[in-house]
């Protein structure tokens, strides 16, 4: 199976990889992924998320490699390496996976806003305007997407600033001392932080839409590094800010130092993050749907548009149906696991499996 | 050209029931200003026909009939000789005929049932004169504006650009307006993609009535259902000229004082032409003043009606008094009293502007103040919401381009919905669909939102900030001009050192 050909019109430049990775990155994860991880690395847990992005930038580099010998995506390197049945399975997990993913997505959102903001909000009406936010970007094709997660990382980017606010209050002694936990406890620490991180593996879907795909790869560790760098910043500073028991029992650590952030004309400061939040999960969604919808018209004759309308219906109604906190929380856990295994056992044994076969492939 | 000819006029109504020529006259002769007459001389005789309100009269006694008169004519192949003027055609063909004779020619015949005949040339052309831009006023700068002529504004571009590289590809649409259209555009310079759309998009209207340029935008934009403006009109010519060194496309049409350009970019439409006229720094800081005022205009009455409706935590306590003490005696939810001033608002604009000048200027003070002030004292609205509306729809009319002021008026009433439904986050999802339109938006084909998506950072010098005139050495990257280079700047190597 040969891999897709896309018209030069509809490709978009290799920097906007870097928005692509950053902003799939970039969305419930970071509101509450200190919780998680503390809990096994305590005051180590900042090497824990350290170490867990760095490590993903080898996984980054395996994708390209990859992705730079298959010259196709995810549905025709399936098809290539495993044959069409098991192939076609294999696609139709990853494509399970995107759709779990921007369930996640959706309801965690919508979860912090029933938390933060509107008690009594309808998850109903409000995920039927957001999934047709997310139907009207996708409905433009790629380039929309792609832009639109151009300015969801350019116009939040301000809310990095708040980061100071709980600087001034933070005791940073708390870091100390460094190491003072087993590799085992950071292992686990690294899977805790691993949610906020996954996404990136959508890169196998788009590559085809990139002008020039080899360039892009700086571009994509560049979009990790930055997410990397974030994720540290914060979460040195939420070390710093709260004890660890408090953060044991403070599901969004994020947006709780937000509360104190005070300016002459606003206090309640998580108001507006949590409504300018929305422009950082309207790219996630709309690349994870953008990578399933696009992964069925690959799979089948459909179109990609009588493809996303049943996923987004999907979406709809599986993320409502999510009431409580512990299924959400475990809706979240879930993810991360197979996202987990998906990024650090399946990649690289992709790799190992295409590196044998073309050896294979070549003497025989 | 022959191809050309016979293009546009097999797009005219053609007589088809006339069967000859003298069929056609007597089909003519209907009308009361039809002149028809026979000119006797000695030996020969010729018949005259025309329209006396499409002819110039005097242009034909005094420069025409003396030599068709001064030997008698044998032939009409004499007719084109004998006349010194360009343009005399012998012709036979019925649809070309009945299109000269309405477009101001004279038909000549040698006898009452030729089929054949002599057209001459002799339009009257009334035109207006030339005026100062009223829309796109100026402090500094040129004073000319387009007139409704299409011979003039094409005067007024060719004079400021002598160069045999700027084309004039004409195009006649509208069935029954045959209104002529003109095409600009610099050869080597724009970009030949553009210019064949806006060719392909103009020979594919198929109306009637061409009233004015602005329907012509509307039949060739790209996105016909957006309320977004994506071909700017101007009625300078000094701006037509400067995007025409660009690399931009121009139209013009007869009988309308606008010309159209494209392919444009949203911030375009936030920079005035003055910005050019002035010193980078002002005008830079004008047009950083421009855009924040769009953004107040669409964003802070919703954000008002947002946060006193659901996040009134936000506001600090001492601004929170300020706020209730104003709020205090109003009966309504703050989404209602903010649609009534917003809606009072744009009655004042609309009567202000059906309305003749000066009755016009009196309606916009008397409903401004009177209404403003009775009904805060009356405790409909509050005086903090009163002040804001009204700053709004002042930063609305900084938009340099009238149209885009007109669509961020209108853009402020879903985002005052969606404050009402959800706070703080309608205004962002509200947002969210405002930039998803913009990226879904082209003009001729290029990126609405360039040069900040896709990001281009060498067209950022003439975007939000007008960089100095030194740094403008390129053309823009979105109009794949075929000739990236405007001039060569030459950079004299300063030493680096205080003067002495």
């Known amino acids: 199976m040969a891999g897709p050909e896309v018209k030069d019109q509809y490709k978009v430049s290799p920097f906007l990889v870097f928005y692509l990775v950053h902003s799939v990155q970039v969305g419930v994860g970071v509101m509450g992924f200190q919780r998680i991880s503390t809990k096994y690395a305590g005051n180590d847990a900042w090497i824990s998320v350290l170490a867990a992005g760095l490590s993903l930038n080898l996984i980054i580099f395996l994708i390209y490699k990859i992705m730079m010998k298959e010259k196709g995506d995810l549905i025709s390197l399936h098809h290539n390496l495993f044959g069409k049945w098991i192939g076609g399975l294999l696609s139709l997990i990853a494509i399970v996976y995107f759709i779990a993913m921007g369930i996640t997505v959706l309801r965690t959102y919508i979860e912090v806003v029933q938390v933060w903001m509107f008690p009594d909000l309808n998850k109903w009406i409000f995920g039927t305007v957001f999934l047709l936010l997310v139907y009207y970007c996708l409905s433009g094709g790629f380039r929309v997407v792609a832009g639109i997660s151009f300015f969801g990382v350019v116009i939040p980017f301000y809310l990095v600033l708040t980061m100071i606010f709980p600087l001034f209050y933070g005791h940073f002694r708390d870091l100390l001392p460094i190491f003072n936990h087993s590799l085992m406890e950071l292992y686990e620490g690294v899977k805790g932080a691993s949610l906020s991180y996954l996404g990136f593996t959508t890169l196998f879907m788009y590559l085809p839409f990139i002008k020039e795909p080899e360039k892009s790869h700086r571009w994509a560790q560049g979009g990790h590094l930055l997410t990397v760098f974030i994720y540290t910043t914060v979460m040195i500073t939420t070390i710093a800010f709260f004890s660890p028991e408090q953060l044991q029992k403070t599901i969004w650590a994020t947006l709780t130092t937000w509360k104190i952030a005070e300016m002459p004309f606003v206090q309640r400061f998580e108001y507006i993050g949590i409504a300018s939040w929305a422009l950082v999960i309207l790219p996630n969604l709309c690349i994870t749907i953008w990578a399933a919808g696009r992964g069925i018209r690959r799979l089948s004759r459909v179109s990609q548009q009588n493809a996303t309308i049943p996923i987004l219906v999907l979406i709809l109604i599986s993320s409502s149906l999510f009431a409580r906190r512990e299924s959400i929380d475990l809706l979240n856990q879930y993810t991360s696991k197979v996202g987990f295994y998906f990024v650090y056992i399946y990649v690289p044994f992709v790799f190992v499996f295409q590196y044998i076969k073309s050896k294979v492939g070549r003497s025989g | ?500």
Request: include cysteine.
């Open chain 2, 1 to 500: 050209m022959v191809n050309k000819m016979f293009r546009w006029l097999k797009k005219n109504r053609s007589p088809e029931k006339l069967k000859n020529l003298p069929e056609l006259i007597r089909n003519l002769q209907d009308s009361g200003d039809f002149l028809h007459y026979e000119s006797k001389q000695q030996d020969s005789s010729f018949f005259i026909y025309y329209f006396k309100t499409l002819v110039h009269e005097t242009e034909l006694n005094d420069h025409i009939l003396p030599y068709l008169v001064e030997k008698p004519l044998k032939t009409l192949e004499d007719i084109p000789e004998r006349v010194p003027i360009p343009g005399v055609i012998l012709s036979s063909d019925l649809k070309e005929i009945c299109e000269k004779v309405m477009r101001g020619f004279v038909i000549i015949r040698l006898n009452a049932n030729a089929t054949e005949c002599a057209l001459i040339p002799s339009q009257v052309k009334k035109a207006r004169a030339v005026t100062q831009p009223e829309v796109e006023f100026t402090v500094v700068g040129s004073k000319e504006a387009f007139v409704e002529s299409l011979d003039t504004n094409l005067h007024l571009i060719r004079k400021r650009l002598p160069v045999h590289e700027l084309k004039a590809y004409e195009v006649t649409v509208g069935k029954l307006t045959n209104t002529k259209v003109v095409v600009l555009y610099l050869d080597g310079i724009a970009n030949v993609e553009n210019v064949n759309t806006v060719k392909q998009r103009l020979e594919d209207i198929n109306v009637d009535q061409i009233v004015d340029n602005s329907v012509i935008m509307q039949l060739i934009t790209d996105d016909k259902n957006s309320p977004f403006p994506q071909l700017i009109d101007t009625e300078r010519p000094d701006r037509a000229t400067s995007v025409l060194c660009e690399g931009k496309v121009v139209v013009l049409s007869d009988g309308s004082p606008q010309a159209l350009i494209g392919p444009t970019t949203l911030v375009e439409f936030f920079s005035a032409f003055e910005d050019y006229f002035v010193n980078w720094i002002v005008a830079s800081s004008a047009r950083l003043i421009r855009i924040f005022a769009i953004l107040f205009s669409i964003l802070v009455t919703p954000v008002y009606v947002a946060t006193l409706t659901y996040h009134y935590e936000l506001i600090p306590k001492d601004l929170l008094s300020t706020l209730v003490s104003s709020r205090q005696r109003i009966p309504l939810p703050p989404i209602l009293e903010a649609i009534f001033l917003e809606l009072s608002i744009e009655l004042l604009r609309e009567a202000g502007a059906r309305l003749p000048t000066k009755v016009g200027q009196t309606i916009g003070i008397v409903g401004g103040i009177v209404i403003g002030t009775a009904s805060v004292e009356a405790g409909l609205t509050s005086n903090v919401l009163l002040i804001i509306v009204a700053l709004s729809a002042l930063a609305s009319f900084t938009t340099p381009v009238y149209r885009m002021s007109n669509t961020i008026r209108l853009t402020r009433f879903p985002f005052l919905l969606f404050a009402h439904l959800w706070g703080l986050l309608g205004v962002t999802i509200c947002f969210c669909f405002l930039i998803a339109h913009l990226l879904k938006l082209k003009s001729l084909g290029r990126p609405f939102l360039e040069p900040l998506y896709p990001l281009r950072v060498q067209d950022l010098k003439d975007a939000i900030i007008r960089l100095p005139l030194k740094f403008q050495n390129k053309r823009p990257i979105h109009l794949q001009s075929e000739d990236t280079v405007r001039f060569k700047t030459v950079t004299e190597k300063e030493k680096n050192d205080f003067h002495e």
